[in-house]
């Protein structure tokens, strides 16, 4: 649907209430000119780079962009999916889990960068009938780069409309009890039937150190996240590390780097290590081309003999029954009434609405 920006309210009109799930954002395909657009979009995007605007410009328009999309569609390729982007497959998958799963609500999916974008999918629900949205970022952790750039995106729009929706916003599940439990239950299937390696690498996305002195929280949310998954497994300290990857630019990103740690532990003594990413609701590029295909070789070329990835929880049951309590907690309250709506309808047309 074309975003127009201008959905009205209607008299009459049955109300519904709307779940608006969220993740980054994916190009539409893994070629050169896909990837460009999608990374012009997403780096342009003052929240994700934080340096002087017009400088950065400069760099990202003179360099970056015509450097980095040919890589980056290569490292596509090795990961697409016969139905598309892993991110997509995966987060279609969930939109569609929690759709059947609240059959009453109107659940859509959205990407803060690329298509389905945010406007054209509020656009939708609200032609729909959604007077009253929840809006979820499946981001576990809160970061301004991530979360709080859903936020923008969203009130861009709605600052373009006559009529708003009652709106709710999950800024973050990090410390969630079914999200931890979940996570859990999903490393010890992968155990029974693998067998567990002697360290267990939680690996988040990075950022600049800068953000973190800033006031960004995303580093103590990273790290509350894996201590409470370490004690939920009945783990001791020692046998689990917290690290941050897919660092970008010069600058200094959060310690330690989890590539910089893959290729320290053979050489430490341990040879069989077990990797999960708390921070990603879905597979995509960062997990299996840098985790499962970058760091494991990282690992196994130092001396490490077994790498094992444990995938992103993704659309499974427990995932699924995770987000649907975290989405049941912040549905309280909202009660929809449709018996009087052919009334009001009478009305306003007499009041000459």
Not at 57 to 78: C, D, F, M, T, W
Not at 279 to 305: H, K, M, P, S, V
Request: neutral net charge; aromatic residues 10%; proline residues 6%.
């Amino acid at each position: 649907m074309k975003y127009q920006g201008r959905t009205n309210y209607q008299h009459g009109e049955h109300d519904h209430i709307g779940l608006l799930i969220v993740n980054l954002g994916t190009p539409e395909a893994p070629t050169t000119p896909s990837v460009r657009r999608y990374l012009a979009e997403f780096l342009a995007d003052p929240r994700v780079v934080e340096i002087p605007r017009l400088l950065w410009l400069l760099i990202l328009h003179g360099i970056i962009l015509r450097v980095r999309p040919k890589r980056s569609a290569a490292n596509y390729q090795e990961v697409w999916m016969d139905e598309g982007s892993p991110l997509m497959v995966y987060s279609k998958a969930q939109q569609q889990a929690l759709q059947q799963r609240f059959g009453q609500l109107n659940v859509k999916l959205a990407m803060r960068y690329g298509n389905p974008s945010i406007p054209d999918t509020v656009e939708q629900m609200l032609a729909q009938g959604v007077k009253k949205l929840l809006v979820l970022p499946l981001y576990p952790q809160y970061s301004a780069a991530t979360t709080a750039t859903v936020f923008d995106k969203l009130s861009q729009d709605l600052q373009k409309r006559r009529w708003l929706p009652d709106m709710r916003f999950i800024s973050h599940y990090h410390d969630f009890p079914p999200y931890i439990e979940a996570m859990a239950k999903h490393i010890e299937a992968h155990w029974q039937q693998h067998g567990r390696g002697e360290k267990l690498v939680l690996s988040y996305h990075g950022l600049p150190e800068r953000n973190l002195k800033l006031g960004d929280p995303y580093h103590c949310e990273c790290y509350k996240t894996s201590r409470l998954l370490t004690e939920r497994l009945g783990l001791d300290k020692a046998q689990v590390m917290t690290t941050f990857q897919s660092r970008f630019g010069k600058a200094k990103w959060l310690e330690p780097y989890t590539d910089a740690t893959m290729k320290a532990l053979p050489g430490q003594g341990v040879k069989s290590i077990d990797v999960f990413c708390p921070g990603f609701a879905a597979d995509c590029l960062e997990t299996l081309e840098e985790i499962e295909g970058e760091n494991r070789e990282y690992f196994e070329q130092a001396g490490g003999e077994t790498f094992h990835y444990i995938p992103a929880l993704n659309a499974t049951d427990g995932h699924i029954d995770a987000l649907a309590d975290l989405i049941e907690l912040n549905l309280q309250g909202w009660q929809l009434n449709n018996d009087d709506k052919a009334l009001q309808a009478k009305l306003a047309k007499e009041m000459g609405a």
